[in-house]
C-alpha cells in the first residue's frame, strides 16, 4: 500500500499528518497560509528524495 501524507496549513500553522499511526510532525508556524504551504513543499520534496535513496515508495500528497 503506497504511504498517504496530508499537510495542514491552516491560520499558518504546518503540520504533516502521515496517517493514524504516527504522532504529528510540526513543521512550524508561518504569517501567512501561503509560507506554510510553500513550507511544506520544501518539506516534502526532501521527504522524497530521502525515501527514494531508501528504495521506499514515494507517498501521494493532499493539503488542507
Known amino acids: 500500500m503506497k504511504p498517504h501524507y496530508t499537510y495542514h496549513t491552516a491560520q499558518g500553522n504546518a503540520v504533516l499528518n502521515k496517517g493514524d499511526d ?28 530521502a525515501l527514494e535513496n531508501f528504495g521506499k515508495p514515494v507517498p501521494s500528497i493532499l493539503f488542507l
Open 22 to 49: 504516527f504522532p504529528l510532525v510540526k513543521i512550524g508556524k508561518f504569517k501567512t497560509e501561503a509560507e506554510a504551504i510553500a513550507a511544506c513543499k520544501t518539506h516534502y520534496t526532501k521527504a522524497c528524495k
